[in-house]
């Protein structure tokens, strides 16, 4: 079966630095990979996915991710984190042959002080 | 557009009580998704629909939790004799066909408390 690790359940920038969030899959198959933030009472929003083809992704916010096969990871980054930025992110993905079925990894809370 | 709701927000009950939890995904989806979210924790999948039927179950954690989507659009999910463990947040999700490069638009959650 599919899992998800991220790694840092907290991570603590200062406003303008950069922000990394890793993730790494289990699967010897490279799965579809997705990064999702929550925001507080609100759902889940999609930031960028990795499906095929360039493997650096660009999404929503000034995020990007990279999905590097030979480590099995798609981490997030920002090079400059604001302020509106503090949420809390979720690295899932889903098999190539699924209908869509996510696996999420456990969440990284994100804090960004002045 | 509208997006996916979910109804109630928020769900106080008892032990032992049943409860109905509403997903209204976006109109025309065919895909629909139920995932639990304990606190702490990532979602994690609990039903599949694609059009009126279930087409993966597997996730459901016993015989006390039932899912419908009887005319392939709104869907409850059904939680009978409530323990204190089924306490999370409900979250509903919905996508164009389904598909696994599909993305998946959430709904703000049901917050499930079982006292």
């Known amino acids: 079966a599919q899992s998800v690790t991220q790694l840092g359940s907290h991570v603590s920038v200062s406003e303008g630095a950069l922000v990394l969030l890793r993730c790494n899959y289990s699967?010897?198959?490279?799965?579809?990979l997705f990064w999702y933030v929550q925001y507080p009472n609100q759902g889940l929003q999609l930031l960028l996915k990795?499906?095929?083809?360039?493997?650096l992704v660009k999404g929503i916010n000034g995020f990007e991710a990279e999905f590097k096969k030979s480590e099995t990871s798609f981490h997030l980054t920002k090079p400059s984190a604001h302020m509106s930025d503090a949420a809390e992110y979720f690295c899932?993905?889903?098999?190539?042959?699924?209908?869509?079925?996510?696996?999420f990894g456990q969440g990284t809370i994100l804090t960004v002080h002045p | 557009g509208a997006g996916v709701s979910q109804t109630p927000s928020n769900k106080v009950t008892e032990k032992g009580k049943y409860v109905e939890l509403r997903c209204d995904p976006i109109?025309?989806?065919?895909?629909l998704y139920w995932y639990r979210q304990s606190l702490g924790q990532g979602p994690e999948f609990l039903i599949y629909?694609?059009?009126?039927?279930?087409?993966?179950d597997s996730g459901l954690p016993n015989d006390r939790f039932f899912a419908v989507r009887p005319e392939g659009s709104v869907s409850t999910l059904k939680i009978q004799r409530t323990e204190r463990g089924d306490s999370a947040v409900y979250l509903c999700?919905?996508?164009?066909?389904?598909?696994?490069?599909?993305?998946?638009?959430f709904g703000p959650g049901t917050r499930l408390l079982v006292l």
């Open positions: 999700a919905s996508s164009p066909l389904g598909g696994g490069a599909e993305t998946q638009y």
């Open positions: 699967s010897s198959v490279p799965p579809y």
């Open positions: 990795y499906t095929t083809g360039a493997t």
């Open positions: 899932a993905v889903s098999d190539r042959a699924s209908y869509g079925k996510l696996t």
């Open positions: 109109s025309g989806h065919t895909a």
């Open positions: 629909f694609q059009g009126t039927g279930a087409a993966d």
